[in-house]
């Protein structure tokens, strides 16, 4: 069974920071571009941050730069998303997923398609 599954989420104050973490099984992210969205309530999907499988290349949404870290672990098979300086607006569902063949722009670009594999979500919540 190809799955993602996202962990790491919970209620976090302001200013804070949480480490979310994307495992995969069934099949290897060591060529897949991996993209973390995230969704609040009555918003869109949008893209948080993307790295490549070939270069490590990064992307970060404006919204985050500065404040959040992607990274991978080819050999764990795991990506992580680790957020900094949260704010009550960092507040939603964080989604994982894996694309072949997409540039981290692309990646990040496409967050309303549901192309590719896709974990379940792990809520973040900040707040005081």
């Known amino acids: 069974q190809l799955q993602l599954v996202e962990s790491g989420g919970g209620l976090v104050q302001p200013g804070g920071s949480l480490t979310l973490s994307c495992a995969a099984s069934?099949?290897?992210?060591?060529?897949?571009?991996i993209g973390w969205f995230r969704q609040a309530p009555g918003k869109e999907r949008e893209g948080v941050s993307c790295?490549?499988?070939?270069?490590?290349?990064?992307y970060y949404a404006d919204s985050v730069k500065g404040r959040f870290t992607i990274s991978r672990d080819n050999a764990k098979n795991t990506v992580y998303l680790q957020m900094n300086s949260l704010k009550p607006e960092d507040t939603a569902v964080y989604y994982c997923?894996?694309?072949?063949?997409?540039?981290?722009?692309?990646?990040?670009?496409?967050?309303?398609?549901?192309?590719?594999?896709w974990g379940q979500g792990t809520q973040v919540t900040v707040s005081s």
């Open positions: 790295i490549s499988s070939s270069d490590g290349s990064t």
């Open positions: 069934g099949f290897t992210l060591d060529h897949a571009t």
């Open positions: 997923a894996a694309r072949y063949y997409y540039s981290v722009q692309a990646m990040c670009a496409m967050a309303k398609s549901d192309t590719g594999y």
